[in-house]
Structure formats: structure tokens, C-alpha cells
Nanobody
Framework: QVQLVESGGGLVQAGGSLRLSCAASGSIVSINSAGWYRQAPGKQRELVARITSGVSTNYADSAKGRFTISRDNAKNTVYLQMNSLKPEDTAVYCC??????????????WGQGTQVTVSS
């Protein structure tokens, strides 16, 4: 089994910052690519940022210049640093990772999500 556990969400005022973490555990050899997605009430889930097994990253236009995705391979953890938060960033943020498992497969996993609420 592989688990992805997000943390770091919460309530913050507009202009503030949060750092989300996504820790992978269980039958994992390594994280390949990984990304953060978000879903606001009444809206479809959307990609926020993604990072490859190397250092390549891509961001949604809404996240460019404010959010930074990074990873710590030794900890099997992916981060999302969010600065200059806006009320429209309010959503449940979920981590997705393509993981190489100990049984030799590459599989995608989702975390349960963490709530981010930005007050105006």
C-alpha cells in the first residue's frame, strides 16, 4: 500500500502564505512526477502545479509567480509554497503522485486533500 498525506492547509488572510506538504509512505521506492490540484466548491478540479522526477515544473496561470512546487526525494515529500494568497485560491488542495512501488510498478495515487481558506 502507498499513502499520500497532505498537511499545511488552514485559514489565512489575503496576502498571506501557506506551505503545503505531501508525504508519501508505504511500499514506495520513489516518487516520479507529482502535482498539486485544487477543487473549489461548485468547480472542477484543476491543476495548480506539477513537478517531474527531475527539476521541470509547470504551473497554472493563476499560480505563476505566487506558488512554487518543490520536492525532497530523500523524504518522499512534495511541497507547495503559496504566497500572496487570494480569496479565489480557497479550495481543497490534493496531491497526486506517480510512484514506483516496491513491487516494481509505476502507479498514480491521490491524497485525501487539505483545505485552504483565504479570507478577504
Amino acid at each position: 500500500q502507498v499513502q499520500l498525506v497532505e498537511s499545511g492547509g488552514g485559514l489565512v488572510q489575503a496576502g498571506g502564505s501557506l506551505r503545503l506538504s505531501c508525504a508519501a509512505s508505504g511500499s514506495i521506492v520513489s516518487i516520479n512526477s507529482a502535482g498539486w490540484y485544487r477543487q473549489a466548491p461548485g468547480k472542477q478540479r484543476e491543476l495548480v502545479a506539477r513537478i517531474t522526477s527531475g527539476v521541470s515544473t509547470n504551473y497554472a496561470d493563476s499560480a505563476k509567480g505566487r506558488f512554487t512546487i518543490s520536492r525532497d526525494n530523500a523524504k518522499n515529500t512534495v511541497y507547495l509554497q503559496m504566497n500572496s494568497l487570494k480569496p479565489e485560491d480557497t479550495a481543497v488542495y490534493c496531491c497526486n503522485a506517480d510512484v514506483t512501488t516496491t513491487w516494481g510498478l509505476l502507479r498514480g495515487y491521490w491524497g485525501q486533500g487539505t483545505q485552504v481558506t483565504v479570507s478577504s
